[in-house]
């Protein structure tokens, strides 16, 4: 499966891209007639994914999907779907688990995982509504040719009660240095609990402190409302954490403007000049600059590359760039750590060879 970061969805740019990275909106569906895919006979499961895969071939622009059996990816390209949240890391391999992918990689499907299809459409910044358009669109093309399980005043039947109902569940990826580091996120975390929102951060399945201050916000259950009223409370949610984290930024800067310059001015170095940068260490200065960016403590780059890196410096799309050959390391970075931290760096630098700081006047 192509690895290739060409034409991809987040190099775009998004609304609200200063604090959003991204929108996610997955659908559930099974076929009538088969048990979930938990407890299905393989000669069952065959069939499912005979029927999906078929039902994509018959599809507008059908030439833009490519459809793979879970056996038949290499160890390296699970990793890479799997970095850009298009599969579980624990995804099977039986060949009657499959997956669907566009060519920009916005729209996927995984066929047999915990549903027999379930539908991701990713976008840029903070755009629900175009993402729920776009999986519906799908949804209702593959609708005309599978037959989904319903029962009558509960909605589409999932292997999770939660995701029943609508079958909807979106969600929004936000980066949020201001309350971080303003101390504020914990108590943001406990106020849209309790207001039916999950907030969890993406490299941390706890309240705790995320790598990078990343941090996703979800609806907790599909089984109440419909599809379109779950995209509106998902979006009106994230528009407004969005919106305390400028209102913070803004606050933490003008309070603390030297610990703020600290952060983004030591990330912008050690990004122009490191020559091994791990990745956990890529994360937080990735979080850093685009503070700074926001902040006009930087110039010569922009929200949108600083999107694009975040998935480009993960291991498994450098190991790809590796294995193609034509990158040239040096001698003495021997180990696979080692040449993934050197190829990291060389990456970022890469990206940010106009960067620079705009000093305080």
Request: aromatic share 6%; proline share 2%.
């Amino acid at each position: 499966m192509n690895a290739s970061t060409q034409e991809t969805w987040y190099v775009r740019e998004g609304p609200q891209n200063d604090v959003v990275l991204s929108s996610r909106v997955r659908v559930a569906r099974n076929l009538s007639g088969f048990t979930f895919p938990g407890t299905i006979k393989s000669d069952d499961a065959e069939r499912v994914v005979s029927l999906v895969f078929d039902a994509f071939n018959h599809c507008r622009e059908s030439e833009r999907y490519q459809m793979v059996r879970m056996s038949a990816l290499d160890p390296l390209g699970k990793r890479i779907l799997a970095e850009r949240g298009i599969v579980a890391p624990e995804s099977g391999n039986e060949p009657w688990r499959g997956i669907v992918i566009r060519s920009d990689g916005m729209l996927s499907a995984t066929v047999n995982m915990t549903d027999h299809v379930k539908l991701s459409c990713f976008s840029a910044g903070l755009s629900l509504d175009g993402a729920f358009a776009e999986a519906g669109a799908m949804e209702g093309e593959l609708a005309s040719r599978l037959q989904f399980s319903a029962a009558n005043d509960f909605g589409y039947l999932t292997a999770n009660l939660a995701d029943s109902g609508s079958g909807v569940k979106a969600s929004a990826l936000l980066c949020l240095p201001g309350m971080c580091m303003g101390g504020l996120i914990e108590r943001a975390i406990r106020e849209y609990l309790g207001n039916g929102y999950v907030v969890q951060g993406y490299y941390s399945q706890s309240g705790d402190r995320s790598m990078g201050y990343l941090y996703r916000i979800s609806g907790a259950s599909a089984s109440t409302g419909d599809g379109e009223s779950q995209i509106r409370r998902v979006e009106q949610g994230a528009a407004k954490l969005a919106e305390l984290e400028r209102k913070t930024r803004r606050e933490l800067y003008a309070q603390r403007p030297t610990q703020v310059e600290d952060a983004v001015y030591r990330s912008i170095v050690t990004a122009k000049y490191a020559r091994l940068i791990g990745f956990a260490e890529s994360v937080e200065i990735l979080g850093n600059l685009r503070l700074g960016v926001d902040l006009k403590l930087l110039t010569g780059i922009g929200a949108v590359d600083l999107t694009a890196l975040l998935y480009r410096v993960q291991n498994a799309h450098l190991g790809f760039v590796i294995s193609g050959g034509s990158i040239i390391i040096e001698g003495d970075v021997q180990s696979e750590e080692s040449r993934l931290d050197r190829l990291r760096a060389m990456v970022i630098q890469e990206v940010l060879k106009d960067a620079d700081i705009r000093e305080r006047r």
